[in-house]
Structures are given as C-alpha cells and as structure tokens.
C-alpha cells in the first residue's frame, strides 16, 4: 500500500508569526497562511478564491520564521498535514487540520515594507538541515497543545 502525507503551498502570512515554547524548551512558531488560487468563472471572467491554512513550525525554523516573516510575507512550505483534537475549556469536542512544516522558503518581502521586518529573498528554512531530531522531539512536535 503506497502512503503519502506531503503538502506543497506558496502564500502570503495573513498575521505575524506566532512564537512560543514547549515544556522542553523547543521553539513553535504558528503561521497563518492565505494561499490564491484563480481560475476561469462564468463568462470567461477571471476568479479568485483564497484558502486559509495554519501551519506550524519547529526548532531553529521556527526562531528564523519569528525573526524574518512578518504579516504578508510570502514564503513557500513544504510539510506534511497534522489533525489534532482536543476539548476545548468548555468541554466541547475540537479538531483542525494544519501543516506541520518541514522546510518554510521565504520569498520576499510583503508590500511596501522597508529594509527591516518582511522576508529576505529567498532564505531557505529546511528543517533537516537546520535541525535534526533528538529523542523524544518527535512526539512533542506531533502532538496539540491548544
């Protein structure tokens, strides 16, 4: 049986990155992305629709993300889909798919940011290159902490 769990997107950030730490110390950095998609609509007319999608990032990646990428930065992500669930404070059932990125390519600056803040070309964000796994990381980065 051929299993296959890999996403590929190209967005702009729709909020600054989010950056916290884990119990262990590791860095997570949530990002809101809003990715378009356009297409031909009734009449020949050119349509647009955008998807949101939240995606999470680890370790140095996510230190650089937190550093770099601001609202509207367009960066590239290539990782895997996560579904987590969990009960919310008032004991509602809870689910959300989202991305957990394995490489976050930042490809430019949002519109009209300056010099500082926004991305920086094209720096490239590679989890395995810039951070190898470590006993018991691969459990604390799969699991929801919300």
């Known amino acids: 049986m051929v299993r296959m769990n890999r996403v590929m997107l190209v967005g702009n950030l729709t909020r600054?990155?989010?950056i916290r730490k884990t119990a262990k110390g590791l860095a997570?950095?949530?990002?809101?992305?809003?990715?378009?998609?356009?297409?031909?609509?009734?009449?020949?007319?050119?349509?647009?629709?955008t998807c949101f999608v939240d995606?999470?990032?680890?370790?140095?990646?996510?230190?650089?993300?937190?550093?770099?990428l601001r609202k509207g930065s367009q960066i590239f992500v290539e990782g895997r889909l996560q579904y987590?669930?969990?009960?919310?404070?008032?004991?509602?059932?809870?689910n959300k798919i989202r991305v957990s990125a394995d490489r976050v390519q930042f490809?430019?600056?949002?519109?009209?940011?300056?010099?500082?803040g926004g991305g920086n070309g094209?720096?490239?964000?590679?989890?395995?290159?810039t951070s190898r796994r470590r006993d018991g990381d691969r459990d604390e980065r799969?699991?929801?902490d919300d």
Do not use: F
């Not at 995606?55 to 770099?68: H, M, R, S």
């Not at 987590?84 to 809870?94: A, F, L, T």
């Not at 094209?122 to 290159?129: F, G, L, T």
């Open 142 to 144: 799969d699991r929801h």
């Open 16 to 18: 600054d990155p989010e």
């Open 122 to 129: 094209n720096r490239d964000c590679d989890r395995s290159r």
């Open 55 to 68: 995606v999470i990032a680890w370790d140095k990646q996510a230190e650089t993300c937190g550093e770099y």
């Open 28 to 49: 997570v950095a949530e990002l809101g992305l809003a990715v378009n998609e356009g297409y031909g609509g009734k009449n020949g007319q050119s349509e647009e629709s």
């Open 84 to 94: 987590s669930q969990w009960q919310d404070k008032d004991g509602h059932s809870r």
């Open 107 to 116: 490809m430019g600056r949002p519109e009209g940011s300056g010099s500082s």
